[in-house]
């Protein structure tokens, strides 16, 4: 302002006017500035401080994973709060690093006692996967004896998961180690059942065609050699093994109805050959009875005749002595 030149003696006044008022505007406004941003530092001042003394109070807390989550939390809030009073930075950030250098002391002490924690707990996950590898070359040819192993395999899963964690450094190849193991026993027991399911498949074919052999002797007459051809089909019926299941009952029941519809017929057809048998039973006894009755009549003749003979003599001669 001073720089300038002379103006007209006329505007003189109010320009100085004018300028002087605007300069104390600006102090004004500069003044207002510092005053707000002295308010806001003691405003952060207040906010920093609290979160001091709650960063404190996490050294009381038991759970240590839960205090550093905490704690993490408070230094992200403590960088986002804006300055405060220039004297009380330096004692204000000592103070929290102090209330988290707690934290942090508290988190080495539980990890250093975790550590034999830790091994004890790498042990029993070693033994689990020395019980777990037999299973893994398990070859059952069963079904309840894949259920059986499976039981087995999912108590030791189940024992698994019960344990605590081990050292980071060998967590992941137990692991590898253990679901790797786990994985190859329920391929196999998926490979089991695959195959099952083909022979199944086979089993059916076989027994479809059993059964039309045996619907096409069912109305057969010749009962021997049909009989022991059926018999025949009974014993290869027995050396089936599995069929699927939606149709086991339904084969299993028209291969009987084959069975039991010509062993029926067979029976009726022996029992009227019984009957016919114990009618001629009966002719030829009636028949024995018959020949015997005359021929004990024949006999007796001759010893009638002597008797009589005799009596007549003896009446003869009884009245010659008269």
Known sequence: MEKIGPVPAAHNKNLWASFN????????????????????????????LELCEKAEALAAESDIKAAIKTLNEYHEEFKHIGPVPRE?????????KAASDAVYDKRKVFYEAQKGVYEENLAKKEAL?????????????????????????????????????????????????????FKLFF????????????????????????????????????????????IELQQEWKTLGPTPEKVRDELYKRFKQACDSFF???????????????ENLKKKRSLI???????TAAALQPKIWSVLFVNSRRSVLCRGRT
Request: overall charge neutral; proline content about 3%; aromatic content about 10%.
């Open 21 to 48: 008022a605007l300069m104390d505007r600006f102090y004004d406004n500069r003044s207002i500035y510092f005053e707000l941003k002295e308010l806001d530092r003691k405003k952060n001042l207040e906010l920093k």
């Open 289 to 295: 009875d018959e020949m015997i009755a005359q021929a």
């Open 88 to 96: 009380e930075q330096e004692p204000l950030w000592q103070r929290f």
């Open 129 to 181: 996967i020395e019980s777990l590898t037999p299973f893994t070359s398990f070859e059952g040819t069963r079904i309840k004896e894949w259920n059986a192993k499976t039981k087995e395999v999912l108590a030791i899963q189940k024992q698994w998961e019960a344990v605590g964690p081990v050292p980071k450094e060998s967590g992941k190849e137990t692991n590898k180690r253990f679901w790797t193991a």
């Open 264 to 278: 029926e017929q067979r029976r009726n057809a022996n029992k009227q050959s019984n009957q016919e048998f114990e």
């Open 187 to 230: 391929s196999n027991k998926n490979q089991f059942f695959k195959s099952l399911d083909e022979v199944r498949k086979e089993n059916k074919q076989r027994a479809e065609a059993l059964i039309a052999r045996a619907e096409a002797m069912s109305d057969s007459t010749d009962w021997q050699k049909t009989s022991q051809e059926l």
